[in-house]
C-alpha cells in the first residue's frame, strides 16, 4: 500500500493513445462525424485507431479496425433469441462486453503506435449510454486509457429551445453517470452556426427571451431547467463541427487534448483512489478470515472438526418424509379395502328399498 503512488498518474499511463467515445441522438451525425475525424487524422498523419460498436449499421463510410460485426451477427442473436431491433443491439452489445478484455489487450499492445482511438456507438443512445454493456466498457477504457465522450448535437434542431434543453440534459447525465471529461460537438454548423447555443449557455436571459413566446408547460419547465443548468455551462467545453465540409476538426482535437489532460489531473486520480480503497478492503476481508480461521484451530487444539454442510440432515429428513408417505399409502389401502367390502353389502337392496327411492325421483 505504501508503495501504490495516488497522487500523480504513473508516466507510462501518459503514453497511451487517448479513447474519443462518439455518442448522440439519433441522426445527429456520429458516423458521418466519425468519418470525417478518420479522414482528418489520415491527411494530418495522426496514428489513430478506430472501433465500431454497432451491430446493426449495414455498411460503414469509413474502414474499422475493430468492429462489433466481424463477431456477432445482428440478424441471428434477433432470430434466436426472439428479439426486436433495439433488443437485438442490446444482446449483440452484451455478448461482446463478455470479450471486451481481449478488445483492450489489442489496443494495448499497439498503444505505443497509436495517438487516438476513435469508437463509433449505436445509433440508439440509451442502449449504450444506460446499459450494463455500455458501462462495462466505458469503464474497461476508462481505467486503461485516458477516455473523453464527444457528445454529437443536431445543431439546426437544437434552435427549439426544448429540443436544446433536451440534448443538454442528457450531456449532463452522461457526464454525470461515467464521470468523464466531456466534450460537446455541435456538428452540422454548415447548415446553421452555432452561435445561438454558446449565448443561450452564457446568458440565461437570453434564452428566456426565446421562451417568452410560448407559454405551455414544457416552457416553464425548460425556464427553470436553465437556471439549474447554469453551472452545469461554466465547466462545459464545446466545439462546432461540420462533418461535410471538415470545419471545426483542428479545434475539436485541440480540445480533446485539453479535455485528456483533466483526465489525467481528476479522473486518473479518483480512480487510483477507488482503487486503493478496494485494495484496502480486500485485505481487512483477507485478515478478517485469516484471524477467524486461528480462532477456530485454537479452539479446536489440533483435533479432527467435522464441518456440517446440512446434506446429512436433508438426506435424514428425506427418508423420514419417505417412510410417512409409505405409511399414509398403507393407511389408504386398509381404507380402501373396508370400504369395498362395506360397498359389496350395500349392494344388495331389497325391493321395498328400490320402489321408495324410485318414488323420489324427478
Known amino acids: 500500500m505504501e508503495q501504490l503512488d495516488i497522487g500523480e498518474p504513473s508516466s507510462c499511463f501518459k503514453r497511451k493513445p487517448v479513447i474519443v467515445i462518439v455518442v448522440g441522438m439519433a441522426g445527429s451525425g456520429k458516423t458521418t462525424f466519425l468519418h470525417r475525424l478518420v479522414s482528418h487524422t489520415m491527411?494530418?498523419?495522426?496514428?489513430?485507431?478506430?472501433?465500431?460498436?454497432?451491430?446493426?449499421?449495414?455498411?460503414?463510410?469509413?474502414?474499422?479496425?475493430?468492429?462489433?460485426?466481424?463477431?456477432?451477427?445482428?440478424?441471428?442473436v434477433m432470430k434466436e433469441y426472439n428479439l426486436g431491433p433495439n433488443g437485438g443491439i442490446l444482446t449483440s452489445l452484451n455478448l461482446f462486453a463478455t470479450k471486451f478484455d481481449e478488445v483492450i489487450g489489442l489496443v494495448e499492445r499497439r498503444a505505443d503506435e497509436l495517438d487516438y482511438v476513435l469508437v463509433d456507438t449505436p445509433g440508439q443512445i440509451e442502449i449504450f449510454t444506460w446499459s450494463a454493456s455500455g458501462a462495462i466498457i466505458t469503464e474497461a477504457f476508462a481505467s486503461t486509457f485516458?477516455?473523453?465522450?464527444?457528445?454529437?448535437?443536431?445543431?439546426?434542431?437544437?434552435?427549439?429551445?426544448?429540443?436544446?434543453m433536451s440534448n443538454m440534459l442528457y450531456a449532463c447525465s452522461i457526464l454525470y453517470k461515467t464521470r468523464l471529461p466531456l466534450v460537446l460537438v455541435f456538428n452540422k454548423t454548415d447548415v446553421a452556426q452555432h452561435d445561438f447555443a454558446l449565448e443561450w449557455m452564457k446568458d440565461f436571459e437570453v434564452f428566456h427571451a426565446a421562451l417568452d413566446s410560448d407559454h405551455s408547460y414544457t416552457s416553464t419547465l425548460t425556464r427553470s431547467l436553465s437556471l439549474a443548468l447554469e453551472e452545469?455551462?461554466?465547466?462545459?467545453?464545446?466545439?462546432?463541427?461540420?462533418?461535410?465540409?471538415?470545419?471545426?476538426?483542428d479545434a475539436f482535437f485541440k480540445t480533446?487534448?485539453?479535455?485528456?489532460?483533466?483526465?489525467?489531473?481528476?479522473?486518473?486520480?479518483?480512480?487510483?483512489?477507488?482503487?486503493?480503497?478496494?485494495?484496502?478492503?480486500?485485505?481487512?476481508?483477507?485478515?478478517?478470515?485469516?484471524?477467524?480461521?486461528?480462532?477456530?484451530?485454537?479452539?479446536?487444539?489440533?483435533?479432527?472438526?467435522?464441518?456440517s454442510t446440512g446434506l446429512k440432515d436433508k438426506k435424514?429428513?428425506?427418508?423420514?418424509m419417505e417412510c410417512d408417505e409409505n405409511e399414509e399409502d398403507e393407511e389408504e389401502e386398509d381404507d380402501y379395502e373396508i370400504f369395498s367390502e362395506n360397498g359389496d353389502d350395500d349392494d344388495v337392496i331389497d325391493e321395498d328399498e328400490d320402489e321408495e327411492i324410485a318414488s323420489f325421483r324427478f
Do not use: H, W
Open 146 to 164: 485516458p477516455t473523453v465522450i464527444a457528445y454529437v448535437v443536431d445543431t439546426p434542431r437544437s434552435s427549439s429551445p426544448a429540443t436544446f
Open 256 to 307: 480533446v487534448e485539453a479535455s485528456a489532460e483533466e483526465y489525467m489531473e481528476t479522473y486518473k486520480t479518483d480512480l487510483d483512489k477507488r482503487r486503493a480503497e478496494k485494495q484496502r478492503l480486500e485485505e481487512e476481508r483477507r485478515k478478517e478470515n485469516m484471524d477467524k480461521l486461528l480462532k477456530d484451530m485454537e479452539k479446536s487444539r489440533g483435533e479432527t472438526v467435522v464441518l
Open 43 to 76: 491527411s494530418s498523419k495522426i496514428r489513430g485507431y478506430v472501433m465500431n460498436l454497432d451491430p446493426a449499421v449495414m455498411t460503414l463510410p469509413y474502414g474499422a479496425n475493430i468492429d462489433i460485426r466481424d463477431t456477432v451477427r445482428y440478424k441471428e
Open 316 to 320: 435424514d429428513d428425506k427418508s423420514k
Open 232 to 249: 452545469f455551462y461554466e465547466n462545459l467545453k464545446t466545439v462546432g463541427v461540420s462533418a461535410v465540409t471538415g470545419a471545426g476538426m
